[in-house]
């Protein structure tokens, strides 16, 4: 599998980059570092001026020198410096190039109205990226590169076709060697959502369980469970989070009917999430292959 | 290992497309180099601020000193674009000088460079001011209590800075607008001051005018100028107005299309620009004659900022066009003027002439962050003082702002001349351009800036403002130029490796040497 980690040299650059590293302890894993510079394409008002261009360029190489610093001996990794009208174009062109199969940002964003988890970038990829999208939240680098991920978890939800966040969960789980664990989370105070709903996600989880069971291959532990709260925040909370894992949603599979906008549902789980969030694309099936 | 790894970043960089896609290759095309060069030079605010001064100088000449004022410009600018070629740095004229020259005369260059955007910095936030109010005025039905809140001197300032804190704001993020925004900002100013123009000639017509004064060959005439002093004084003015030219020719690596195009786009830049400024010239001059009262642009009550009187008597109804005018001509100004004392500031950083603090790169929108607010925190404090030591802060401002121009381009021509003098006459082309057209343009700026220096010593000199019996230019110029050298020898003792000449060697590079 091939890691892309979109690095900035501040402090949410290095929780991505935290993370990427974690994620590429996997066997057989490569790490791509990617910085972003704003492209010449762009439209400016002020000239551009080739000594300042190459003054940027030297002191983003050295913090890409620096960013590899970071990174554990005998890793294979790569950096990469991108020119694109935004971070996001640059990160996306770059997984094209390189066939990433995930892309790691660091998601906090404390600007001015600080209280949003996810930033621009985050969600520019959020709406448009073909591969999944890890999202690190700020402090992630605290925790250091040393551990490798312990427990996939999947939130599930409790309508039909997960199967393609299923997939993803269990070949990452595969992958990093971990555990697995399936998660319904259910908001009660949502319209609709009665003591009723909960039996159904219950139900939901042990199908989706025994499904996972099936499929997994011998030697991975797998568990489910139901989250219940009154919001999804309070839902997120009411689990037990582990510091090494990792929490794998799909893009608008856990929003209710009409609530479908993702971002604002993987803002709330992200608030609350200690651990960092891996959104799935619908159609990512295409992209996990090696 | 990781040594390893260091290597193949490089290979991995090489193969990354840098060269093709990020920097220099084709960006801009001829339209865009255009848009910039005239955005950069920001034609409707450049007048607003320099007709007044000129005319105080020069009076019925005020066209023959716009268009004599270009040469030492384009002078100058071919120089400029020599050494560019030769060391492309975000230091320019600091880099350059010191090359040629050594530490301490390089310092001084890029003290001269920060210093004068610096104060065109104030002085462009300070017209935006008064445009402001009375763009509000406009508004709400021509009320002259709003137009009049831009002389309260504390809402003044604070609107100023306000108006600084939202361009350091900007430029700090390196937030850009689309090109079809800077498409409709250029046209828009072209249009308003071409529109002006007209509508002045409609007034002479109909006898309407202020003061008609019938247009005669002896405004093109620079001789018939009365004093020397005057017209130096006038010329360094007109350095002013055509100041942000230069950028057109330097931006040579980045246009796309043929190699003729960033030569094309200067031409064409200055060509639109020359035209406008003589027919809007004119047409002020026609429409306002320069008497000493009303809307004459020989009363000094007006002077600072022409537009701002002249708006409404030429343009009734339409003249809140005019505001807005002014008002994105400057803002466009304010955000491409800031980058330049930001990069140098930057560069002295980088080689130890300054705290390395100024080095710094804002890691998430790669810009100069440090040097920017600092850029901005100076020009803030200089608009604060000024406002209320001066009598005319804009017109002070300006004509200040001549004399900085003149100093650092003059010292850049000259470092042009110095730095190439081993190939000088290694072929016809750099005889003309890193020899005979820096040399000339160099010595009318040194010539300019010391006859504007002994003439501001007279406490009557521009808007009158003196200080222990001096003028206030003179005052102002000696100040920055003496402070630049106290930090200098400051610097010296506390960061000596720049100054030894340890991070920036001295050269002169052989004919076909890097």
Redesign the interface.
């Given at each position: 599998m091939r890691f892309l980690v979109g690095y900035t040299a501040t402090p949410a650059g290095a929780d991505a980059l935290a993370l990427g590293v974690r994620l590429a302890r996997a066997p057989g894993a490569e790490l791509d570092i990617v910085l972003v510079l704003n492209g010449g394409e762009r439209a400016t008002l002020t000239p551009t001026d080739p000594g300042y261009d190459r003054l940027l360029l030297e002191t983003a190489e050295g913090w890409l020198a620096e960013a590899l610093t970071l990174v554990p001996a005998g890793m294979s990794v790569h950096t990469h410096l991108e020119h694109a009208d935004s971070f996001t174009q640059g990160l996306l062109h770059a997984a094209a190039r390189l066939h990433s199969n995930l892309i790691v940002v660091g998601a906090a964003t404390h600007g001015l109205l600080g209280r949003f988890a996810i930033g621009s970038v985050a969600s520019g990829l959020l709406h448009s990226s073909p591969v999944p999208v890890a999202l690190a939240p700020e402090g992630t680098r605290v925790m250091g590169t040393d551990e490798t991920i312990g427990r996939v978890t999947c939130a599930v939800g409790t309508k039909p076709g997960a199967d393609g966040l299923l997939a993803a969960g269990i070949r990452l789980a595969r992958r990093m060697d971990a555990q697995l664990r399936l998660v319904s989370l259910v908001a009660i105070d949502h319209p609709g959502a009665d003591e009723h709903t909960v039996a159904l996600a219950a139900d939901h989880a042990q199908a989706v369980l025994d499904f996972a069971t099936e499929n997994l291959m011998d030697g991975l532990e797998v568990t489910a469970s139901v989250a219940s709260g009154s919001s999804i925040e309070q839902a997120v909370r009411g689990l037990h989070w582990d510091p090494t894992e990792v929490a794998l949603v799909g893009s608008s599979r856990l929003a209710q009917p009409h609530r479908l906008f993702l971002g604002s549902i993987a803002a709330k789980m992200l608030r609350e999430l200690p651990v960092p969030l891996i959104v799935v694309p619908r159609d990512f099936a295409l992209t996990v292959e090696e | 290992?990781?040594q390893q790894?260091?290597a193949?970043?490089v290979v991995?960089?090489k193969a990354?497309g840098?060269s093709t896609?990020?920097?220099?290759?084709?960006?801009?095309g001829l339209v865009?180099a255009v848009i910039?060069g005239i955005?950069?030079i920001a034609p409707a605010y450049t007048l607003t601020g320099a007709l007044g001064p000129t005319v105080a100088e020069v009076g019925l000449q005020l066209p023959a000193i716009f268009v004599a004022g270009f040469i030492p410009m384009l002078l100058v600018a071919l120089g400029y674009r020599e050494l560019?070629k030769a060391?492309?740095?975000?230091?320019?004229s600091f880099?350059w000088a010191t090359r040629a020259f050594g530490p301490w005369i390089g310092w001084m260059a890029g003290w001269g460079l920060i210093a004068a955007t610096v104060v065109v910095l104030s002085n462009l936030a300070g017209i935006a001011v008064d445009f402001f109010y009375l763009m509000l005025s406009q508004i709400f039905g021509n009320s002259a209590e709003i137009a009049g809140l831009a002389g309260n001197p504390f809402i003044n300032v604070g609107t100023c800075l306000v108006f600084i804190l939202i361009a350091t704001w900007i430029s700090y993020r390196?937030m850009?607008?689309?090109?079809k925004v800077?498409y409709w900002?250029v046209g828009f100013q072209l249009i308003v001051l071409v529109g002006f123009g007209i509508m002045a000639f409609v007034h002479i017509a109909n006898g309407s005018a202020f003061d008609p004064t019938p247009v005669s060959l002896s405004w093109f005439n620079p001789f018939a100028v009365t004093s020397f002093s005057a017209f130096a004084a006038g010329l360094s003015l007109s350095i002013f107005i055509f100041w942000g030219w230069d950028?057109?020719l330097?931006?040579s690596?980045?246009t796309k299309g043929s190699r003729s195009t960033p030569g094309r786009a200067a031409t064409l830049t200055v060509i639109i620009v020359m035209v406008l400024y003589l027919f809007v010239a004119i047409a002020a001059v026609s429409f306002a004659g320069v008497g000493g009262v009303g809307v004459g642009l020989g009363n000094p009550e007006i002077q600072g900022n022409v537009f701002f009187a002249l708006a409404g008597p030429a343009l009734g109804p339409f003249a809140v066009l005019m505001s807005i005018a002014v008002l994105s001509s400057s803002a466009?100004s304010l955000?491409?003027t800031f980058?330049s004392p930001a990069?140098t500031l930057?560069?002295m950083g980088?080689y130890g002439a300054l705290p390395p603090a100024y080095a710094k790169?804002s890691?998430?929108f790669?810009t100069p962050g440090y040097a920017t607010i600092a850029s901005a925190v100076v020009a803030a404090g200089f608009y604060t003082i000024m406002r209320f030591v001066s009598e005319d802060v804009l017109w002070d401002t300006i004509t200040t702002l001549g004399m900085m121009i003149c100093f650092y381009y003059a010292l850049t021509a000259f470092a042009c001349v110095w730095y190439f003098r081993l190939q000088w006459f290694a072929t016809v082309r750099n005889a003309f351009f890193t020899f005979v057209f820096p040399l000339i343009g160099g010595i009318i700026l040194t010539v300019l800036f010391c006859t504007t220096l002994v003439d501001s010593m007279d406490p009557n000199y521009g808007s009158g403002s003196e200080i222990f019996g001096l003028g206030l230019v003179f005052v102002l110029g000696m100040a920055i130029l003496l402070i630049g050298v106290v930090i200098m020898i400051v610097q010296s003792q506390v960061r000596p490796a720049f100054f030894r000449g340890e991070t920036l060697s001295l050269a002169a590079p052989r004919y076909g040497e890097e």
């Open positions: - | 290992m990781t790894i260091n193949r970043v991995d960089q990354g840098i896609k990020g920097l220099s290759a084709g960006s801009v865009g910039i955005s950069c560019n060391m492309p740095d975000s230091g320019t880099t390196d850009q607008t689309t090109q800077q900002l950028v057109t330097t931006m690596e980045e466009a955000q491409s980058v990069r930057l560069a980088h790169v890691p998430r790669f």
